[in-house]
């Protein structure tokens, strides 16, 4: 079991950035990926990025988000982040962090074991 608690978000102009931060702890050396979906009000969960966790840092993005947003981690600090820059209203949503334990598909939610609570991003226009 890993434990996600995210943090970092908050309300911010359009054309603005924030910094999620994700806090993992428990069997974090059993993640293979972490990743970051957001969801809005009525739609479904939707894939941001995701970083391969152990041996590496091979990234993927949603095409929506690619050259705005940027996945990162620290190992040490079992931390993941999401630096999000030229922020829109659209991207308002809650934003999720979640840990896989095996296997690729990291742009699908289902594959994930662990999420945390969310942390809720507004971008206003």
């Known amino acids: 079991q890993v434990r996600l608690v995210e943090s970092g978000g908050g309300l911010v102009q359009a054309g603005g950035s924030l910094r999620l931060s994700c806090a993992a702890s428990?069997?974090?050396?059993?993640?293979?990926?972490m990743g970051w979906f957001r969801q809005a009000p009525g739609k479904e969960r939707e894939f941001v990025a995701a970083?391969?966790?152990?041996?590496?840092?091979?990234?993927y993005y949603a095409d929506s988000m690619k050259g705005r947003f940027t996945i990162s981690k620290d190992n040490a600090k079992n931390t993941l982040y999401l630096q999000m820059n030229s922020l829109k209203p659209e991207d308002t949503a809650v934003y999720y962090c979640?840990?896989?334990?095996?296997?690729?598909?990291?742009?699908?939610?289902?594959?994930?074991?662990?999420w945390g609570q969310g942390t809720q991003v507004t971008v206003s226009s």
């Open positions: 970083i391969t966790w152990i041996g590496g840092s091979i990234t």
């Open positions: 428990g069997r974090t050396l059993s993640s293979v990926a």
């Open positions: 979640a840990a896989k334990s095996s296997g690729p598909s990291y742009r699908i939610a289902s594959s994930y074991d662990n």
